[in-house]
């Protein structure tokens, strides 16, 4: 096992520069997220990682030795695509021997790996196939295999699960986490689905154009986003977003169509604001509708309901409060009528200010 260390990683395609300065410690068995939006870099930095990429500038290490120059089959890693990039000529069990054959493992070890990998992932039966005849899934698990019976020091995923319909997605998303903390091989995983992030990584590295926004626990990017585009990129429903100003000596947050007072534990990080342009975000679990009673200190918003939308064990809402738009979750059993107003309670300790002009998150 190896953990994998990225300093001062910068990758430029001619003059546009595509990862700038990316600082990045994955630990020993950690599984690691590279989450963001299309073209942000995360993909380009895992390729350089693989060796698949030339790095610009700045180091890569993988168990603690530099490996910028180092070629992709000596890297120890093994990287799962996509495309699944199965050979489509070979069956199952050949496929999954691919690699070992190319290091010239000794058929005994070879045999006892593959046997290995297929009980693991449960796709013994399918070994005399070849990928043409095999779904989705099965594709999958057979390219996961093929890394599998390589035991590499480094997992390397390129979003895995796009091409898998959304309720296999859930499945082997589940199968993938269970399989790394059995294996406990150091992961680093790449997707812009933000709840695979949520849901599968011990840690979540956010990208955006090319930039590292943060790094942390999934409930710590949560619920303490460093600025507003991570705040915006983690969770769904998505925060709820308010241009405000900070006034009455920087006690209370006046929006356009409501005034709620300043939480108690941001007080301190904006004295002596007064007048100051600020974001408020709050997550739509944090507005309570009537019949259900808020969680700690609350203001009333005045709100006018405009879409409902039915989840089963939710309602989604989106309702107007003077010229702004909130989201908030509703019982699916209490009555909600479109166009009829009602009064949220804000929780404010669970509320965020931004600056206006840095985006950065005001308070610790």
Avoid: W
């Amino acid at each position: 096992m190896a953990g994998v260390v990225l300093s001062g990683v910068t990758k430029r395609f001619g003059e546009v520069r595509v990862i700038e300065g990316l600082e990045l410690d994955v630990g020993d068995g950690e599984f690691m997220v590279l989450v963001g939006p299309s073209g942000c870099g995360k993909s380009t930095a895992l390729r350089m990682v693989a060796g698949l990429e030339e790095v610009s500038g700045g180091t890569i290490s993988i168990g603690g030795r530099v490996v910028n120059d180092v070629p992709p089959k000596d890297r120890d890693i093994a990287m799962v695509f996509q495309s699944y990039a199965l050979y489509p000529h070979m069956t199952v069990k050949q496929n999954l021997e691919f690699g070992l054959k190319i290091r010239k493992t000794p058929r005994a070890e070879l045999d006892r790996l593959v046997a290995e990998a297929a009980q693991i992932l449960g796709i013994e039966p399918l070994l005399a196939r070849k990928p043409k005849e095999l779904s989705g899934g099965q594709r999958q698990r057979v390219a996961l295999g093929r890394a599998i019976v390589r035991k590499p020091a480094v997992f390397l995923f390129d979003e895995p699960l796009s091409n898998l319909d959304a309720k296999l997605r859930v499945q082997m998303r589940a199968e993938i986490k269970k399989l790394q903390a059995r294996l406990g091989t150091t992961t680093i995983y790449v997707t812009h689905d933000q709840v695979e992030a949520m849901t599968m990584g011990h840690r979540i590295a956010v990208l955006h154009a090319g930039v590292l926004q943060q790094v942390g626990a999934p409930l710590e990017l949560y619920e303490r986003p460093a600025n507003l585009f991570v705040a915006a990129f983690i969770g769904s429903p998505p925060m709820n977003f308010v241009e405000a100003t900070l006034a009455d000596g920087a006690t209370r947050v006046a929006a356009r169509g409501f005034s709620v007072p300043v939480p108690e534990p941001l007080r301190g990080a904006v004295a002596g604001r007064d007048g100051a342009k600020v974001v408020m975000g709050v997550r739509p679990e944090n507005l309570a509708p009537p019949g259900r009673e808020p969680r700690g200190p609350s203001a009333p918003v005045q709100v006018t309901v405009e879409i409902v939308e039915p989840l089963g064990n939710e309602v989604v809402v989106h309702a107007r409060a003077g010229q702004d738009t909130l989201t908030f979750k509703q019982d699916p059993h209490l009555p909600i009528t479109i166009g009829g107003t009602l009064e949220l309670r804000l929780e404010l300790d669970a509320t965020h200010l931004f600056d206006a002009t840095t985006e950065r998150r005001l308070g610790a």
